[in-house]
């Protein structure tokens, strides 16, 4: 996310050089799995770039589904179509540079087109060799249990944190029961968890949060005032919000982890 500029930074910011560097430390530290999507501006080729001659360290995740046109930075639809998901298959490999996806998501479920033929078509790829495993992205319950019976899923990946846990009472059980493990994402709360953001208008006019709901002008007193209870508590532990946010994540009781 940090090379495709949907946060507000700037081309310059995000640059090459700035990749490759934090991509080739992440690895030397000894990370092992990066994730991207097709949708994420220019991180696939970024990314293809900074794991040249580096390929069986890493476990590449991708994802298909999100449609943005030329100049579309924000608005967006999404296409779950069999032939869809082969094209952005194809357009991923020959991005990344690589022969195959370890693992290979549908970014959003597509309402139009049945998820058995969605999940179909990647069981197709994994027969292929192109994808190794499956998996799907923000999807309901029944959506998740369809897509199962017609190719296991191997990962979810879901939004988890102290400001988003919707996901506890029927996401985390259907899970364990199917074993498939999550891959939550912004444990930050995408940045409000982290204290830094003081006011609507320290998004940045380009920020693609600002079109949402949790973000609007309307709730966004309300939900500083949640964050002011995370800052308490960092506060009496000389810790900083973002470590008490992480820290909370960290200790509760994991479903099957990636």
Known sequence: ???????????????????????GRALDL???????????????????RAIAGRRDQVVLATKFGIVRGPG???????????????????RSLTRLGVDHIDLYYQ?????????????????????EGK???LGLSEAAPDTIRRAHAVHPITALETEWSLWSREI???????????GISVVPYSPLGRGMLTGNITSYDDLPANDYRRQMP???REVFETNLAAVQVVREIAAAHDAA?????????????PPTWC
């Open 214 to 216: 949790r973000f609007s």
């Open 107 to 127: 970014h959003r479920v597509d309402p139009r087109t049945p998820i058995e033929e969605t999940v179909g078509a990647m069981a197709e790829l994994v027969a």
């Open 131 to 133: 994808v190794r495993y």
């Open 241 to 253: 919000p973002g470590q008490v946010a992480l820290a909370w994540r960290r200790t509760r009781p």
């Open 72 to 90: 579309q930075e924000q608005g967006a639809f999404v296409d779950g179509r069999p032939e869809y998901v082969r094209q952005q298959a194809e």
């Open 168 to 178: 506890e009472d029927e996401i985390f059980p259907l899970t364990q029961e199917l």
């Open 30 to 48: 000894g990370v092992t799995l990066i994730d991207t999507s097709d949708r994420y501006g220019d991180s696939e080729e970024i990314i293809g």
């Open 1 to 23: 996310m940090g090379f495709a500029r949907p946060y507000g930074q700037t081309a310059e910011q995000s640059g090459d050089d700035a990749a490759d560097a934090l991509i």
